[in-house]
DNA sequence: TCAAAAGTGTTAAGTTTACACCCATGA
DNA sequence: TCATGGGTGTAAACTTAACACTTTTGA
């Protein structure tokens, strides 16, 4: 018997907080619990780890088969362990977040999953410590956001200046001068400008830009910082 | 037969990234791991979960019986789940670092447990995936150490500006401006002279302070920022 | 008396904030 | 023609960065 197996051993699940942006706020994917106990309440897309599975990649997995996409932007909020956290069994869950652009998620894969997109500052209850997962999640995103590019994942990949404004706004939970954003964003030269121009918005028009994330990389000089 | 037993359980590690200041470096106390496979290699201070105990809660078990401490500083830098991250089992490893006064961990315990401080700069090669969570932890400590407090964890009660300068170099990893530093640390009210003088590191002697945690914590305006 | 660390201000450059009006268009 | 969202510049306040010499003491 080797040193290991005197150890005891434990269900690993990730649970996916996964963000969207959509009418000026902030939302997060949720569902409805299939199993029990709490079967029916609101929680987070999750799942369990498989035994020849990266525990990354099973948040990956998660992902994929709630949303049905892949190369999504996604980044370990960190393991909750507590021993009643699961009031089923003993489950240490690894949380994880994604950042998708709402359009790209059919509403037919939403509603087959019993699944709905909750604004962030409406949320319903959630079961377990998903509501301290969310927390976590946004908060690590509020930081993040300063200073990575990270926001374009929420975004289709033209949008418009005031749906980027309008994002950081949800995001940071505050209002930005416009001006001021304005200006900021013109400084960096990997959010690139393009010929297109949305009519949706607005009458007059708006152009329409796009993160260039090969300039972002290559300008050694290029920083994003909000 | 429940929803969970289908899924298969996995052994919970958590590994320790323990950060000390001594004599001008940053270091990180490692020990020569005690079985196979790997034995008598260096790797972070680890240990398995139990059965009924928090993962937090192994973390701080962990630490107090490595260094004897209790009531350290300690935040989770996320885990490690990698299926082939040990070669010895599957085991999803939860890294927490810690931050304390090395002049707290008697070297009787640390020769004791093989273990010594690692210039961080300067580490021997670790086993599996330790190196990372040694850089995880490092770009942790660096974002947290810009907005909160928590330099004041790897010091004495008392120290001179001296140190808590070259602290912030060592962590940081450059220099910074001595009148400028001095300025900042001026500015902030919960970091208080004392009456006592440091004779030790200089003929002429440097005031003591000490970081007032209560008045930080009172002063709503008071924020800390490098 | 000298070596070693402690301590101390000013200025220029850069960054951030506050702020209000005209433009283009479709209904 | 008017309602709606798009687009634009300047000045003051604040923050950061650069920089060099004097003090104290024990050996």
Same mark, same amino acid.
């Given at each position: 018997m080797d040193y290991y197996s005197q150890h005891s051993k434990f269900y690993v699940a990730? +649970?996916? @907080? @996964?963000?969207?942006?959509?009418?000026?706020? &902030?939302?997060v994917l949720l569902q409805r619990r299939g199993f029990e106990p709490h079967a029916g309440e609101w929680s987070l897309m999750g799942g369990f780890v498989r035994r020849n599975e990266d525990v +990354? +990649?099973?948040?990956?997995?998660? &992902? #994929?088969?709630?949303?049905? &996409?892949r190369n999504i932007y996604m980044k370990q909020v960190g393991?909750?362990?507590s021993v009643t956290r699961d009031s089923g069994a003993r489950v240490?869950?690894?949380?994880?977040f994604a950042l998708l652009d709402i +359009?790209?998620?059919s509403e037919e894969i939403t509603s087959e999953q019993n699944s709905f997109w909750a604004d962030i500052n409406d949320m319903p209850q959630l079961v377990f410590d998903h509501q301290?997962?969310?927390k976590s999640a946004h908060e690590r995103l509020i930081t993040l956001v300063h200073s990575r590019p990270v926001g374009f994942n929420l975004l289709p #990949? &033209?949008?418009t200046l005031t749906q980027l404004q309008q994002l950081y706004e949800a995001i940071l939970g505050h209002a930005i001068d416009k001006r001021n954003f304005r200006k900021r964003i013109a400084d960096m030269a990997f959010i690139e400008k393009t010929d297109e121009i949305d009519k949706v918005m607005s009458r007059r028009g708006a152009a329409l830009y796009r993160f260039n994330r090969q300039t972002f990389n290559e300008d050694d000089g290029q920083r994003f910082r909000l």
């Open positions: 990730v +649970d996916c @907080i @996964i963000f969207g942006f959509q009418r000026g706020a &902030l939302k +990354d +990649d099973a948040a990956v997995r998660v &992902l #994929e088969n709630l949303t049905g &996409l393991a909750f362990g240490v869950s690894v949380a994880y +359009d790209q998620v301290r997962m969310v #990949e &033209l949008f």
